[in-house]
């Protein structure tokens, strides 16, 4: 009778575990001899019906010149995903943008890598494309120039670069 009780109490403490949603993905930066794991700015649902909490960015110190790798889990990979990269020119104070996208399911990580050694990256965002599309005030898909649906972001990670302008110049 106590084995039945035992197993059956097991049994629904798998079925409770089970049936609860899987936690909001985490997006894994690493620069500069350092890691951090971000929480999505925000996150929705595939057809962006329900979204969680916001989060904040997190924050890396990356040196001019140095590499970011970007690691994104299995459920994010196996959807369409863009990564946008902001650089600075720490000597000119310019600003350039790479934005890379991927669709085919098979890119887990990305390393944003600077244009010249006097570049940092400054911001990396990385975004997943959901199911849902744009549509106007009276519910007509967004199209682009090509005839396209406008895509929507369904999550949003973010790092910035803590660096300090002192730290750039040693």
Not at 39 to 68: F, H, Q, S
Not at 95 to 105: K, L, P
Not at 108 to 135: C, K, L, M, S
């Amino acid at each position: 009778m106590r084995r039945a009780v035992g197993a059956l109490l097991g049994c629904a403490a798998l079925f409770v575990t089970g049936c609860s949603a899987a936690p909001d993905p985490e997006v894994t930066f690493y620069a500069d001899g350092d890691t951090t794991v971000a929480a999505p700015l925000i996150y929705c649902d595939e057809v962006l019906k329900e979204c969680g909490d916001e989060n904040t960015p997190v924050n890396l110190d990356v040196r001019p010149g140095m590499p970011v790798q970007v690691s994104v889990p299995g459920n994010v990979a196996d959807t369409p995903w863009v990564i946008i990269v902001q650089y600075l020119n720490t000597e000119t104070g310019e600003e350039s943008v790479d934005q890379r996208a991927f669709t085919d399911g098979s890119r887990h990580a990305y390393t944003a890598t600077p244009p010249t050694p006097q570049d940092r990256v400054a911001v990396v965002e990385v975004q997943q494309i959901g199911a849902a599309y744009g549509v106007d005030a009276q519910g007509n898909p967004i199209v682009d120039e090509h005839g396209q649906p406008q895509l929507v972001t369904r999550g949003i990670w973010s790092l910035q670069n803590s660096a300090s302008p002192d730290r750039d110049r040693r």
